[in-house]
């Protein structure tokens, strides 16, 4: 029998109530709008059902992928033969923490409403993290950051699912932050559950001020009119990947409906129609193109699902 039909018997079973589909394109559900359908697809509203999804993916043999918002995500064409579970509807819950100036989040809640929940309360810390599309997850396991801040600056504690050892709760120090890695960079089998941010007490007028600044920012430099997942590339040790595709007369240049951003070189775009292959076909051309030109091998920070 195939892991989605064991699958769709335990589910069956266990959470008749969950929203649980068949062959789900995944185009809807990352933000380049690329990508072929999900075997089988899920939407737990909470901690529990994500952990028994995780529990059945594990003894029926299927490869479990859990994404937010899919900002940082590429899908091929072919689709993927796993389940995939999708926390940003149901796993938005955003709290106060149990100490002083912190607050609680659950993977799927987005960084903007996060942000903004600490406006409100006058915590000053996430204001860089206020125009970053994704989800508490995905930023946790990258340790996203923009405009000088960083995801490992205001986390104070991390709760995982360890699909053999079972939920376990991490100080920041053990996240092994690093530029857009964690932890979870080396043990992608992890499940971001929920974070706690510790952040200074602040003006709320003064912080919105802040995140209306770098919004302002955001929208002036980047392509944000298009489809993408955000920047395309990590930055280069003594260089910007912008500059160094800009310099290389690359802006502009297309693959199908995949293009190098006018705006800002450091994007590839989906100017309409693109397709994966067009989008990992460019990514190598600009590889290529800088490395010959300028001796630099670009990495990408778009994370390639198979």
């Given at each position: ?6 699958l ?12 649980y ?46 994404i937010?918002n899919?900002?940082?995500l ?7 033969d796993?389940?995939v ?58 340790n ?22 079972g ?6 120090e053990e ?47 980047q392509p ?29 240049c ?32 600009v ?11 670009l ?8």
């Open positions: 029998m195939a892991w989605f039909e064991t769709d018997r335990k589910i069956a079973d266990y959470l008749p109530d969950l929203k589909v068949e062959d789900e394109p995944m185009a809807k559900h990352i933000s380049f709008r690329v990508g072929g359908a999900a075997k089988r697809m899920a939407f737990p509203e909470n901690a529990e059902q994500l952990v028994l999804l995780m529990n059945f993916a594990l003894s029926c043999g299927a490869r479990a992928l859990v937010g899919g900002t940082n590429l899908v091929p064409d072919e689709g993927l796993r389940l579970i999708d926390v940003s509807d149901g796993m938005t819950r955003i709290a106060d923490g149990g100490q002083a100036n912190e607050i609680t989040a659950q993977c799927g809640a987005s960084l903007a409403r996060i942000a903004e929940y600490a406006r409100k309360k006058g915590l000053s810390g996430l204001e860089f993290a206020h125009g970053i599309p994704g989800t508490l997850g995905g930023a946790v396991c990258m996203a950051g923009a405009y000088g801040g960083e995801i490992k600056d205001v986390v104070a504690s991390v709760t995982l699912l360890d699909p053999q050892a939920i376990r709760t991490l100080k920041g996240m092994q932050f690093s530029y857009r890695r964690s932890l979870l960079s080396e043990h992608p089998e992890y499940v971001v559950l929920s974070a706690t941010f510790r952040l200074e007490r602040g003006d709320s007028e003064t912080i919105g001020a802040r995140m209306r600044e770098l919004m302002a920012k955001r929208k002036a430099s944000l009119e298009f489809p993408s997942a955000g920047s395309t590339f990590k930055r280069p040790v003594g260089h910007y990947a912008g500059p160094l595709i800009e310099g290389c007369g690359l802006k502009g297309r693959v199908g409906g995949a293009e190098v951003s006018t705006k800002h070189a450091g994007f590839i775009v989906n100017t309409g129609g693109a397709t994966c292959a067009d989008v990992l076909a460019l990514i190598e051309k590889q290529k193109t800088v490395y010959d030109a300028r001796g630099v091998m990495e990408p920070e778009v994370k390639i699902v198979r």
